[in-house]
């Protein structure tokens, strides 16, 4: 197929010819003929025919597109410069430019070769191939430039020609390139100023407040660009126009040539569409850029329109679901403040101050009026709303506590006085129809005083009312008989309520009050929860965008002015340079909620599924919570000598808070545990439901995070250790209980009294070592007492064994090293809390194991090759001292039931009192065995049967014997520091053995092995 290939048609420039115009066999020096016509000269050059005809059209082509259209129509004078040539290079000359000559030609001027032969040669060429050229203008032989001057005026001439013309080729070429550079200039710049207004026009607002500043600003900068832009281009023209006029400039007497003017006029032409494009541009620009400011005037409008009607729409949802009115004084004054709190997060002020803003856009002629206006009318509306139920809530309150004063008023007045009036009515008085008048008029005098009390009826009140009142109207019947009848002797009369029928006075029956009661609890009792699983994510969701815009405030309004240069002087001296310590890592967190954790949790919106993977997923992050907590003491310790400075009352006032800036400090802390409330209340809502089992995951994994900051808190109070704690790896758990000691080795043999008198330590378990501290208590500066732990003793982890139960109580535990040389006896507070530390003590002590297995894998199989080589009588005699029997005793390993071949183990001692020695004869490369030792009856009457299970994985040894048979719960272990070393073991299995099998003292017992694998 063809392809044609189509190029963009551009005129010459002098770049593209450069060279070609170098070598100047063509100029066009500004003369011009006495009609206007531009002269064209081509100067004597001694390679004219040699010069390709490419270059040559090119250059006479660039010529003669300089003049204007009006000059080089008249016609083109060429000006042929041969006189120290020959006649051959004029016929030459002209055969080239009638063949190749683009403009029109008026008149061709030969200056013919000066030397006589070459000029009679000239003469007759000039006759006989006139007609060759084919030139349709006069040709005009000339003899001398003095011929040439009667034609042309010498100051269109240049001196080469006799003239007066200056003329600089070098000079012209840079000019020429200089004008056509601005032009490529002007041009480009006015096509990218067409292109942006293009792109400005076609841009579509965005639709939220980040995008439109972002626009904003990316417009600005490249709007910004582009002037800068124009005012070089301006710049370059201005400069070129007065290098163009330089000759004038120097010298008065110096006139520019025809061309020269046209090159100024050009240049002016050029800087006057700068001038208008820029106008043009500008007045554009000013449009988009006014409607970019309204269309982020708008979006911030609508972005706090959305916030303060969520807000409000949320409280008075809240509000209406909130219908309790209180059952006692002191809980209606409770509602009361809830109301007022409730009330306070309103922002009424902020949406009506939100309204007015909004008005103010409609009278700036705001483009989106129609959009602001309904908006401006929502917010007047749901202020209105929330104002009026408010209004109604506090009259409910109101009447409630009212009327709840007027019902204890009644309780404990009006009934009181009615029993004691009862009681003190004597019954021998009452006989009398005197005394029963008497009696009845009193009753009946305080029955009328039930009016003043206005009597209402919640429940709990109408009993008692009912019941004083029944006790009122049986004693008046009673007195009513004996007033009006004495036939028969008066009996006392006991009021007994529960067994007459009830009747309650005219105004405990007022139907409107018992309605009104009814409604207001069955709505508060018998309603479902409010605040469902949808509920507590917005709520989460809302909490978090308040938090993170009160941390922004911190920042923005405290932390970033303490560089203010005009608020300097007003800090005190006890806060230069400690701008750290005062918010510490306050802004990690802030950008870690602000960039990452709100717009995650946002996204739960629509699927709250997600909202546990958040916690798990930013598990780590959110440990920057840590180290806030821990420089919180620093943080409050400096805030105490300079928080009633003018620079932070200045910078409040500035913010508008009504709270100082430390309750603000406290948010972070506030912030971390609510959300393990929030995480509790959403998995009640969730019982039993998909995603119940990673809630509980989250909710553990914020516990945990709590945890690790409140030991954290406790850990830099530790005083008096000399290490570096960091070095002791993570710290696992920490907490107080009571510890006693017991020493069974050393000179110091001794059993603590201080079994009888605990002693009071705070422990700390990290990874690596177990620290006991003692806790004190300091007051500082009349504020609350601050904890500190005094250091006393510390245990490395990998040297210690612990012992789970401790006989006569479930709530201590032992922990012990060196062979139990030392115990350390620990009591809890709870069984709770002790099997959770011992649960985190096996994990360290397995971790241990584990690292381990791998080293002592390798070790173990050398040293059972290497123990080969001896025999038993030959370790018996090294283990053995003088005048001491050695018995030696063989196991021999049966196979298991599950046909896993065994192993052979030698049993060497040399007293019950003194060190066992294991042998090893055949070890396979398993990591991990079970081993059970049946022992059975020897010659011994004394022998004792039973089972002992030892546990072998790498340097880590348990004997366990079960408590039933042997009347002891023993679990003993020991990790051992190298594979030679054995000590620990022997002793162990020698106690073991003599103690818990009562075989101390036998002479003689037979051990059957027998080999399990350990799954894992």
Request: proline share 3%; hydrophobic share 35%; net charge neutral.
């Amino acid at each position: 197929r063809n392809e044609i290939m189509q190029q963009e048609i551009r005129p010459l420039v002098a770049v593209d010819i450069i060279e070609q115009l170098h070598r100047q066999f063509a100029i066009l020096s500004g003369g011009r003929g006495k009609d206007g016509a531009p002269i064209i000269t081509f100067p004597e050059f001694a390679g004219f025919s040699d010069i390709p005809d490419e270059d040559f059209l090119n250059v006479v082509t660039y010529l003669t597109s300089i003049p204007s259209l009006e000059a080089a129509s008249i016609g083109f004078i060429i000006i042929i410069d041969r006189r120290r040539d020959k006649w051959s290079a004029v016929k030459a000359s002209l055969t080239r430019i009638a063949g190749a000559f683009p403009g029109n030609l008026q008149l061709v001027f030969v200056l013919r070769p000066s030397r006589f032969i070459q000029r009679t040669i000239a003469d007759i060429g000039i006759k006989l191939y006139r007609d060759d050229f084919k030139m349709k203008v006069p040709i005009i032989m000339l003899n001398s430039v003095s011929d040439l001057h009667g034609y042309i005026d010498k100051s269109q001439l240049t001196r080469e020609l006799g003239g007066t013309l200056e003329y600089g080729h070098s000079q012209w070429i840079h000019h020429r390139t200089a004008i056509e550079n601005f032009a490529m200039t002007v041009k480009t710049t006015a096509q990218m100023l067409q292109t942006f207004g293009t792109d400005l026009a076609e841009t579509e607002l965005p639709n939220d407040v980040q995008c439109t500043e972002e626009l904003l600003s990316a417009h600005t900068d490249h709007h910004s660009k582009l002037k800068d832009e124009l005012k070089l281009a301006v710049k370059q023209g201005a400069t070129l126009l007065t290098c163009i006029r330089e000759p004038v400039t120097r010298s008065a007497n110096s006139k520019l040539s025809p061309d020269e003017l046209e090159n100024v006029a050009t240049v002016e032409r050029l800087l006057a569409q700068l001038d208008e494009t820029e106008k043009a541009f500008d007045q554009f620009w000013t449009k988009h850029h006014l409607k970019l400011e309204q269309c982020l005037q708008l979006r911030h409008f609508e972005h706090d329109f959305r916030e303060v009607k969520l807000t409000l729409d949320n409280l008075m949802e809240a509000q209406a679901g909130f219908s309790d009115v209180g059952d006692s004084v002191t809980r209606v004054e409770h509602l009361l403040r809830e109301q007022k709190q409730l009330e306070e997060k309103g922002q009424v002020c902020k949406a009506q101050t939100l309204a007015l803003h909004g008005e103010q856009l409609i009278q700036n002629n705001h483009y989106a009026v129609d959009s602001i206006r309904p908006k401006c009318v929502e917010l007047r509306r749901i202020c209105d709303d929330f104002t009026n139920e408010t209004k109604k809530k506090y009259d409910i309150l109101g009447k409630s506590l009212e009327l709840h004063q007027q019902l204890d008023k009644v309780s404990d007045k009006w009934c009181e006085a009615g029993i004691y009036l009862l009681a003190s009515q004597a019954v021998d008085k009452c006989q009398s129809q005197e005394g029963a008048e008497t009696a009845l008029v009193e009753i009946e005098k305080f029955l009328a005083t039930a009016k003043e009390h206005q009597l209402s009826n919640p429940k709990e009140i109408l009993q008692k009312l009912e019941d004083v009142q029944e006790m009122f109207d049986k004693r008046q019947v009673s007195l009513k008989k004996l007033a009006a009848k004495q036939t028969r002797p008066v009996q006392p009369v006991a009021p007994h309520p529960e067994s007459s029928p009830k009747r309650a006075s005219p105004k405990t029956t007022r139907p409107e009050c018992v309605f009104f009661f009814h409604v207001c609890f069955a709505k508060h009792y018998n309603s479902p929860s409010f605040f469902s699983f949808s509920h507590i994510i917005n709520e989460l969701i809302e909490t978090e965008r308040v938090y993170v815009e009160e941390l922004q405030s911190i920042i923005e309004g405290y932390a970033s002015e303490m560089d203010n240069p005009n608020l300097v002087h007003l800090i005190p001296s006890t806060l230069q340079n400690k701008k750290e310590i005062l918010f510490g890592n306050l802004p990690e967190i802030y950008e870690f909620h602000n960039r990452i954790f709100l717009k995650e949790i946002e996204n739960c919106i629509e699927n709250p599924e997600l909202l546990a993977r958040c916690f798990l997923k930013r598990k780590e992050d959110l440990q920057i919570y840590e180290k806030y907590c821990q420089n919180k003491p620093r943080s409050e310790a400096l805030w105490r000598q300079c928080g009633d400075s003018i620079f932070f009352q200045e910078c409040q006032r500035k913010l508008d808070h009504k709270l100082s800036l430390d309750a603000y400090l406290l948010k972070p802390v506030q912030r971390i545990t609510k959300y393990q409330l929030l995480l509790k209340e959403m998995l009640k809502c969730s019982k039993n439901s998909e995603g119940t089992a990673e809630l509980e995951e989250a909710l553990a994994t914020v516990l945990d995070i709590i945890k690790s900051v409140n030991d954290s808190m406790h850990q830099i109070a530790i005083t008096g250790y000399e290490g570096d704690v960091s070095e002791l790896g993570k710290l696992l758990m920490q907490g107080s209980f009571n510890v006693w000691t017991d020493h069974k080795k050393g000179h110091n043999k001794v059993k603590d009294l201080a079994r009888f008198k605990p002693m009071q330590r705070h422990l700390f378990l990290y990874t690596k070592m177990l620290l006991f501290c003692k806790k004190r208590e300091e007051n500082t500066d009349g504020h609350e007492k601050t904890a500190s732990y005094s250091f006393k003793n510390s245990l490395k982890m990998s040297t210690v064994g612990i012992t789970e139960n401790v006989k006569g109580d479930n709530k201590k535990f032992e922990i012990w090293y060196n062979g139990r040389e030392e115990v350390y006896i620990i009591q809890a507070s709870s069984v709770e809390l002790k099997n959770t530390w011992i649960s985190e003590i096996r994990k360290v002590l397995t971790g241990q194991l584990e690292a381990c297995r791998g080293r002592t894998h390798l070790n173990l199989e050398r040293t059972a090759l290497a123990r080969k080589r001896f025999t038993l009588q030959g370790l018996s005699n090294r283990r053995a001292p003088p005048k001491v029997k050695v018995k030696r005793h063989e196991i021999k390993s049966d196979p298991t039931p599950l046909g896993f071949e065994g192993m052979s183990i030698s049993i060497l001692h040399e007293n019950l009192f003194g060190n066992l020695l294991i042998l090893f004869t055949q070890f396979t490369s398993h990591r991990c065995w079970w081993i059970t030792l049946d022992i059975e009856a020897g010659r011994s009457s004394e022998a004792a049967d039973g089972i002992v299970v030892l546990l072998f994985a790498g340097y880590f040894l348990m004997l366990v014997t079960p408590g039933t048979k042997f009347g002891i719960n023993l679990a003993l272990s020991t990790i051992f520091p190298n594979h030679s070393d054995y000590s620990s073991l022997f002793s162990m299995i020698d106690t073991f053995l003599s103690i818990s099998l009562g075989c101390r003292g036998r002479r003689y017992f037979k051990v059957q092995v027998l080999v399990i694998r350990l799954q894992s």
